[in-house]
């Protein structure tokens, strides 16, 4: 595993096309950023695990029909914010 320590607004290149880059640090919670090109899956390590954790999703969605597809929720503040919508696991994931 690679430790780097950054600053805000520094960034992290991972191979020609992923940028992370530092946004805020607040008491124990780091706020980063992340341009990847859109073939490039992003998720966070605890959906993995949640989708991981239960096989039988796919299985029921495929006998019971087709069922909304849960989408980015985020609170209001970040609608006119500079931030750009995150692709989730839940993206195209029928739940």
Do not use: C, Y
């Not at 530092?22 to 859109?38: C, D, H, M, S, Y």
């Not at 495929?62 to 914010?81: I, L, W, Y």
């Amino acid at each position: 595993m690679l430790v780097l320590s950054r600053r805000i607004g520094q960034q992290i290149r991972i191979g020609e096309s992923v940028v992370v880059t530092l946004l805020k640090v607040e008491r124990n919670k780091a706020r980063i950023g992340i341009e990847a090109p859109a073939g490039v899956p992003v998720f966070r390590q605890e959906l993995l695990d949640f989708a991981r954790a239960r096989p039988t999703v796919a299985a029921n969605s495929a006998t019971h029909g087709p069922k909304p597809v849960a989408r980015d929720v985020r609170p209001a503040s970040f609608s006119g914010s500079r931030f750009q919508p995150a692709r989730t696991l839940w993206d195209g994931v029928r739940v």
